[in-house]
């Protein structure tokens, strides 16, 4: 998997390199799904050592953006998501992401499914309808070693 590299910098909660409040996700892919891996930070706890289910949430939707982004090249907004926990999410462990589109065949948005792995255990999935938006991607993609995002 190439890692995948937005066009430009929004200051993105979930993905921008230069918001320093952020997260700070990368992304990964390999023309058909998106993989994040990330250490969700003891700061994003809400019970002890646990993830804040808001955060897993917020991880949810950015991985989900972006496999519409890098997909079909074209932006998008959360219309809907809903995260189901399986098993507690940790903090100080790597979790694995992944997002894939379920299906793109309406104009307006696309449906899109993530699941949460940690080592081979799945412990939340997502499901959302993500829209369109009228910006398009540039048609030649950067991948490269540093990340940013359009998220918004």
């Keep these: 998997m190439e890692e995948l590299i937005f066009p430009d910098d929004r200051g993105c909660f979930g993905c921008s390199a230069s918001n320093q409040t ?78 894939w589109i379920e299906d793109d065949s309406h104009e307006r948005y696309a449906v899109v499914h993530s699941e949460a792995r940690l080592a081979d255990r799945v412990i939340a999935r997502s499901h959302g309808r993500f829209f369109y938006q009228g910006d398009r991607a540039p048609s030649s993609l950067t991948y490269a070693a540093t990340s940013v995002g359009p998220c918004e």
């Design 22 to 99: 952020g997260i700070g996700l990368r992304f990964f892919g390999d023309g058909q799904r998106v993989v994040s891996r990330h250490t969700i930070a003891q700061r994003f706890h809400g019970a002890p050592d646990i993830a804040h289910g808001g955060i897993v949430a917020t991880i949810f939707d950015e991985v989900s953006c972006a496999v519409v982004f890098f997909g079909r090249r074209t932006y998008v907004v959360t219309g809907e998501l809903t995260v189901r926990y399986e098993a507690p999410c940790p903090v100080e462990k790597e979790i694995e992401f992944t997002a």
